[in-house]
């Protein structure tokens, strides 16, 4: 009864903290770091790579049909409507000749010159800073929060189910096993 007593305690007792020290330990660690480096690294460059070349195509195909259009359209418009005003008011006063070839060359300089450096500047300046500042800010947040929150959620999820799941199968088939080895061995022996 003494060594049944005295060595079940003092073998459950030792076993239990050896276990469960080297057991959360361990496997907090490594799954810690392996997990947190995985995560951050896949998610990290995935996402940033990703983002980056879809924002880019977006905004150069974005920006380079709006512009096309913009300024197609705009110049177009505008000088056929300038040319037409100017050319058939003046028509009768001036020279057909002179009036023309002036006016065209002027208009046409003037208006695709000012037309297209506005409308590139303005388009060029406000929708890559707008775009890149509020995606930048948006994505980062995101990023942090999401990753902050998984990696938080599954590393302590993942951790305290397998540390459970392990220590107590651990424990328990050590134990039986131990105990009841020692504890026949020490008893046939005593």
Same mark, same amino acid.
């Given at each position: 009864?003494?060594?049944? $007593?005295?060595?079940?305690?003092?073998?459950?007792?030792?076993?239990?903290? +050896?276990?469960? #020290?080297?057991?959360? #330990?361990?496997?907090?660690? +490594?799954?810690?770091?392996?997990?947190?480096?995985?995560?951050?690294? &896949?998610?990290?460059? &995935?996402?940033?790579? +990703?983002?980056? $070349?879809?924002?880019?195509? @977006?905004?150069?195909?974005?920006?380079?049909?709006?512009?096309?259009? &913009?300024?197609?359209?705009?110049?177009?418009?505008?000088?056929?409507?300038?040319?037409?005003? *100017?050319?058939?008011?003046?028509?009768?006063?001036?020279?057909?000749?002179?009036?023309? #070839?002036?006016?065209?060359? %002027?208009?046409?300089?003037?208006?695709?010159?000012?037309?297209?450096?506005?409308?590139?500047?303005?388009?060029?300046?406000?929708?890559?800073?707008?775009?890149?500042?509020?995606?930048?800010?948006?994505?980062?947040?995101?990023?942090?929060? %999401?990753?902050?929150?998984?990696?938080?959620?599954?590393?302590?999820? *993942?951790?305290?189910?397998?540390?459970?799941?392990?220590?107590?199968? *651990?424990?328990?088939?050590?134990?039986?096993? @131990?105990?009841?080895?020692?504890?026949? $061995?020490?008893?046939?022996?005593?």
């Amino acid at each position: 009864v003494c060594l049944f $007593v005295c060595l079940f305690v003092c073998l459950f007792v030792c076993l239990f903290v +050896c276990l469960f #020290v080297c057991l959360f #330990v361990c496997l907090f660690v +490594c799954l810690f770091v392996c997990l947190f480096v995985c995560l951050f690294v &896949c998610l990290f460059v &995935c996402l940033f790579v +990703c983002l980056f $070349v879809c924002l880019f195509v @977006c905004l150069f195909v974005c920006l380079f049909v709006c512009l096309f259009v &913009c300024l197609f359209v705009c110049l177009f418009v505008c000088l056929f409507v300038c040319l037409f005003v *100017c050319l058939f008011v003046c028509l009768f006063v001036c020279l057909f000749v002179c009036l023309f #070839v002036c006016l065209f060359v %002027c208009l046409f300089v003037c208006l695709f010159v000012c037309l297209f450096v506005c409308l590139f500047v303005c388009l060029f300046v406000c929708l890559f800073v707008c775009l890149f500042v509020c995606l930048f800010v948006c994505l980062f947040v995101c990023l942090f929060v %999401c990753l902050f929150v998984c990696l938080f959620v599954c590393l302590f999820v *993942c951790l305290f189910v397998c540390l459970f799941v392990c220590l107590f199968v *651990c424990l328990f088939v050590c134990l039986f096993v @131990c105990l009841f080895v020692c504890l026949f $061995v020490c008893l046939f022996v005593c």
